[in-house]
């Protein structure tokens, strides 16, 4: 059962452009967010975060929206720039109950020059 | 910042033999640590969570004969896949938790890229 979704496989953007990655969830106890960068043959990097006490998290060119009523999360990277070419995943967890991140299956991004 | 490192970044060994991962946890004492598991084109899933000093709780559908997992220490933890078939290839990824921040402290590993043939 996969409780994070990442429903587009794949995303092409122009240089400049803003650049929008949607995660969906289903488990409504789901309280921290967190999107990580992935290029091939890597461990994820950490991009940003986000608890659920909040609905906006800005940390330079990349901005992440919580909307909790429609249980969607979505990473903003503006403006986009090549070397943002990688595979994005959405993660997230019930820090209440458990330590356990459940992943999106991830987008991959592609910045066009 | 808090940093896992993780060894090797990719290994290939041949079918029957075992293979171990490390992951260290350079600058803090993680009592428990995760490893994830991600074939191609899927999430990673979580396989088993191990905690310093005792046996490593396995995620339903994961074998722990297969897959030990060995946490003798607060900075590493072990993954030994036993018995490697061309199946068990995959991506293998460690994170813990870091102490001190709270509900939301967590790094990762860099990942092994394991391929079985």
């Known amino acids: 059962d996969q409780q994070v979704k990442q429903n587009s496989p794949s995303l092409s953007v122009q240089e400049g452009r803003i650049s929008i990655l949607n995660c969906d969830y289903t488990?409504?106890?789901?309280?921290?967010f967190l999107w990580y960068k992935k290029y091939p043959a890597e461990g994820p990097t950490f991009l940003i975060s986000?608890?659920?006490?909040?609905d906006k998290n800005e940390d330079g060119r990349f901005t992440v929206f919580l909307n909790k009523s429609a249980k969607h999360l979505s990473l903003h990277i503006v403006p986009s720039q090549p070397g943002d070419s990688a595979v994005y995943f959405c993660a997230a967890s019930d820090t209440f109950t458990g330590n356990q991140f459940y992943f999106g299956t991830g987008t991959s991004l592609t910045v066009i020059p | 910042g808090a940093v896992v490192s993780q060894h090797p970044s990719w290994v290939i060994c041949k079918s029957g033999t075992s293979v171990k991962i490390e992951c260290r946890s350079l600058?803090?004492?993680?009592?428990?640590m995760f490893w994830y598991r991600q074939f191609p084109k899927q999430s990673l899933m979580l396989m088993a969570t191990?905690?310093?000093?005792?046996?490593?709780?396995?995620e339903q559908g994961v074998e722990k004969d297969k897959f030990l997992i060995n946490h003798a220490s607060l900075t590493l933890s072990t993954l030994t896949v036993t018995s490697a078939h061309p199946e068990d290839s995959s991506f293998y990824i460690c994170?813990?938790?870091?102490?001190?921040?709270?509900?939301?402290?967590?790094?990762f590993g860099s990942g092994t890229r394991l391929t079985v043939v």
């Open positions: 994170s813990a938790r870091v102490p001190g921040q709270g509900a939301y402290g967590y790094t």
């Open positions: 600058d803090f004492q993680a009592t428990t």
């Open positions: 488990n409504s106890m789901f309280d921290y």
């Open positions: 986000i608890s659920s006490i909040k």
């Open positions: 191990s905690n310093e000093g005792s046996k490593a709780t396995y």
